[in-house]
């Protein structure tokens, strides 16, 4: 390991910390964020659902909405069910190469919108996540336009979650924050593991 002298440790960190102090200070608006969680690396949906967490440690009132997923029980699913300021709506057939049927998939999604629309139209709910939405979006079981139109004409204080693979360039550009998860190693694919509970399911 590397000898760090202790005295330019110190003033790196704290130059660090002033430049930090300075960006925090003029940080001071407040706004619903539209965050996208994207890519195909693991952890999308459980990041989604570890804000879900954080914002009902807050007294948060909260909504989700699955798209595609909604054949297999989740821990996900029977924690939040149980969790008062939730509502929960599992919208989904199952994987679409499980479905192999457009037009159920489709009726599936437009389903779930509905329900999102009414949430992300509530001002009650103060964070809505909507799991696997890329992925109808990418299989265009919903109209990309619409979709765009309500995210950006939900409440001012409201946060929006999205997350799936393949998030369209155009929910990209109007999102606040984006996370691209990446690959480098997984159990399934390296070692034929299959889905562990606790951890996909």
Known sequence: MKKVDPKRHAERMAAKQKIMQERIAGAQKEQGLLLVLTGPGKGKSSSGFGMLARALGHGMKVGVVQFIKGTRETGEEAFFRQVPGVEYHVMGEGFTWD??????????????????????????????????????????????????????????????????????????????????????????????????RGIEL
């Open 99 to 196: 479905t192999q049927d457009r037009e159920r998939d489709t009726r599936a999604a437009e389903a779930a919108w509905e329900v999102a629309r009414r949430m992300l139209a509530d001002s009650s709910f103060d964070l809505v996540l909507l799991d696997e939405l890329n992925i109808a979006l990418r299989y265009d079981y919903l109209d990309l336009d619409r979709v765009l139109d309500d995210l950006q004409s939900r409440p001012a204080m409201q946060h929006a979650v999205v997350t799936g693979r393949y998030a369209p360039e155009q929910l990209i550009e109007l999102a606040d924050t984006v996370t691209e998860m990446k690959v480098v190693k997984h159990a399934f694919k390296e070692q034929g593991v299959k889905a562990q």
